[in-house]
């Protein structure tokens, strides 16, 4: 059975730091294409950052310059460092594959950004 369960969530004051988790259970990691996406309140989910399987990186617009996605194969795990938080960057955060695989989404964690 394959997890994906992402933490590192929290509330964080404008121009602050987090860095998000991403923890995979069930599949060899290394085998995957993987992103970070994100769900505000009455939007549409969005990627904002992907990594290959041979670590090449993209990034949305919104979000170049300040997010940075890493993975560290050996522990299953994948990672969003988030600086100079914005109002904007105010979302549930998610991982998954990419293309996204429909049955493998978790519950996701809550950034919110605000003073």
């Known amino acids: 059975q394959v997890q994906l369960m992402e933490s590192g969530g929290g509330l964080v004051q404008p121009g602050g730091s987090l860095r998000l988790s991403c923890a995979v259970s069930?599949?060899?990691?290394?085998?995957?294409?993987m992103g970070w996406y994100r769900q505000a309140p009455g939007k549409q989910r969005e990627l904002v950052a992907r990594?290959?399987?041979?670590?090449?990186?993209n990034y949305a617009d919104s979000v170049k310059g300040r997010f940075t996605i890493s993975r560290v194969n050996a522990k299953s795990t994948v990672y969003l460092q988030m600086n100079s938080l914005k109002s904007e960057d105010t979302a549930v955060y998610y991982c998954?594959?990419?293309?996204?695989?429909?049955?493998?989404w978790g519950q996701g964690t809550q950034v919110t950004v605000s003073s």
């Open positions: 998954n594959a990419d293309p996204p695989v429909a049955r493998w």
């Open positions: 990594i290959t399987s041979g670590l090449s990186t």
């Open positions: 069930g599949i060899l990691l290394s085998r995957y294409d």
